[in-house]
């Protein structure tokens, strides 16, 4: 009798430890299943902040093609500008000339030479005008290819701040996933 009452005993302890143990084992469990849940919380937030960088990223390179573009055509437009400023003044100078001969001939000209030297006169100061008027759109051409340009590089500088940062993440991610992993 006294052996079965020491294995009772025996057996009540264990059933005790056991009870304990499973206890424990249930505390352990909630505390993963919570440490499971937060990082899962984390998880979707990373996922979340990823996609929308993603779609910044996507939006700059947009914009920055379509500055390119911009620059391009900007870049086309000052060189056809420049050509016409070069001809411009190129007929200047030739007009110039014909201005000086046509001074030397003037002393023997009546008035109808007068009246021819006039117009020519005229024609000048349009096309200087004209080449004026050119040079200042020039001028702002190339202002407009400036702010291109800054634009440009400061799009640029925020996509590679974006790309570190996007790095950033996905490394952090990965961490977190590595960790929830074991």
């Known amino acids: 009798m006294e052996e079965l009452l020491e294995k009772n005993v025996f057996l009540e302890n264990s059933l005790s430890d056991a009870n304990a ?5 249930r505390m352990k469990l909630k505390e993963l299943k919570e440490s499971s849940e937060a990082l899962q ?3 979707s937030m990373l996922q979340s902040e990823k996609r929308t960088l993603v779609h910044q990223v ?10 390119e573009r911009q620059y391009k055509e900007l870049g086309r437009r000052h060189s056809d500008l420049q050509k016409e400023k070069d001809l411009v003044l190129d007929e200047v100078i030739k007009i110039q000339e014909q201005i000086r001969l046509e001074r030397k001939e003037h002393e023997d000209c009546t008035q109808s030479s007068n009246t021819r030297f006039d117009a020519l006169q005229k024609k000048i100061s349009l096309l200087l005008e004209e080449g ?5 759109q ?11 340009q800054i634009e440009i590089f400061v799009l640029q500088q925020c996509l590679n701040d974006m790309v570190e940062v996007n790095s950033e993440i996905a490394a952090q991610l990965t961490k977190h996933c590595a960790a929830h992993l074991k």
């Open 21 to 25: 143990e499973l206890e424990s084992l």
């Open 138 to 148: 020039l001028g702002e051409e190339e202002l407009k290819i400036v702010k291109a």
């Open 132 to 136: 004026r008027n050119r040079e200042v």
């Open 41 to 43: 919380n984390q998880n």
């Open 58 to 67: 996507e939006g700059i390179t947009v914009t920055l093609l379509n500055l």
